[in-house]
Nanobody, 118 residues
């Protein structure tokens, strides 16, 4: 199983970016999917999560600016980021709880860098 994240880049404060993450491999089902971020010198923090029944959860710092969505048929999760701030600069990682045959495990993508300039 692999998670491939994309869509990061350099954007000015107030701008927008859309991150995408695709799951591939021998997948029976996907439960939770989410995005986390890690700024230099800081721990990895939750940004947003989505259960397979559509329930979403956001970090307080991104509520009202970021939107998580998923396409279960395509095995993808997205993060629409609007009104970006310099403090949103971080490496963004996608994560998914995936069942393969009889094993349920948590997987991580490789990370995509988001840089917001002031």
């Amino acid at each position: 199983v692999q998670l491939q994240a994309s869509g990061g880049g350099l954007v000015q404060a107030g701008g927008s970016l859309r991150l995408s993450c695709a799951a591939s491999g021998t997948i029976t089902s996907i439960k939770d999917m989410g995005w986390y971020r890690q700024a230099p010198g800081k721990p990895r923090d939750l940004v947003a999560t989505s259960t397979n029944d559509g329930t979403t959860n956001y970090a307080d710092s991104v509520k009202g600016r970021f939107t998580i969505s998923r396409d279960n048929a395509k095995k993808m999760v997205y993060l629409q980021m609007n009104s970006l701030r310099p403090e949103d600069t971080a490496v963004y990682f996608c994560s998914a709880k995936i069942r393969t045959h009889f094993i349920l495990d948590n997987y991580w993508g490789q990370g995509t860098l988001v840089t917001v300039s002031s």
